[in-house]
């Protein structure tokens, strides 16, 4: 009777320890959005619709975008952007896969805002590059959620800029991630 006593009260505190101890977090619908400033047009689109998943003990974190998501004020830039620019149809997604590369500094069982810096792999257009970007993480009562903001050179990616439009669109473009993120229940 005792043992199966201590076995239960055993379990209990491992349950609630579980429920407490979160390490990965996932979301569905996190945002990024690209943003190019020229002196003849500005250019942006946004997709809601970015997968990622955060591991809080090892600080691995992975991306995945389905290019086509993005969405443009006008129907032709978006057109044009899957067409003839990223080729959505020979490269339907972007993905970056990395690490928190100061991950000691983040406490996820603690209410905060935690810069981060993020190391890793970026796929773009068939393209793999190794890039690191800045970042922050707030953690408020149990939700996760991180942004970051970079530059890109689609030459980088082998994005082919036709020279009749070359002076449309900006070398390096801005890119903002924001990410909501829930627990992940194993």
Excluded: C, W
């Excluded at 690209?34 to 946004?46: D, G, H, L, V, Y």
């Excluded at 209410?111 to 970026?122: E, L």
């Amino acid at each position: 009777m005792r043992s199966t006593f201590l076995t239960l009260l055993f379990s209990g505190v491992l349950a609630i320890s579980s429920a407490f101890a979160q390490d990965k977090y996932f979301t569905k619908n996190g945002q990024v959005s690209f943003f190019s400033s020229t002196p003849m047009e500005n250019i942006e689109a946004s997709n809601n619709n970015a997968t990622s998943v955060i591991d809080a003990k090892t600080g691995k974190m992975e991306f995945a975008i389905l290019m086509k998501a993005f969405k443009f004020e006008k129907a032709l830039m978006e057109e044009h952007f899957n067409e003839n620019y990223v080729e959505s149809g020979k490269y339907p997604k972007a993905t970056f896969a990395g690490n928190i590369t100061n991950l000691s500094g983040v406490d996820f069982s603690k209410n905060g805002t935690y810069k981060v810096n993020v190391k890793g792999k970026m796929t773009i257009h068939g393209v793999t590059k190794d890039v690191e970007a800045p970042g922050t993480i707030t953690v408020e009562n149990g939700k996760v959620k991180a942004n970051s903001v970079f530059n890109v050179a689609p030459e980088d990616y082998k994005i082919e800029i036709p020279k009749l439009v070359r002076e449309k669109i900006a070398k390096e473009i801005k890119v903002t991630v924001n990410m909501d993120y829930q627990a992940l229940k194993s």
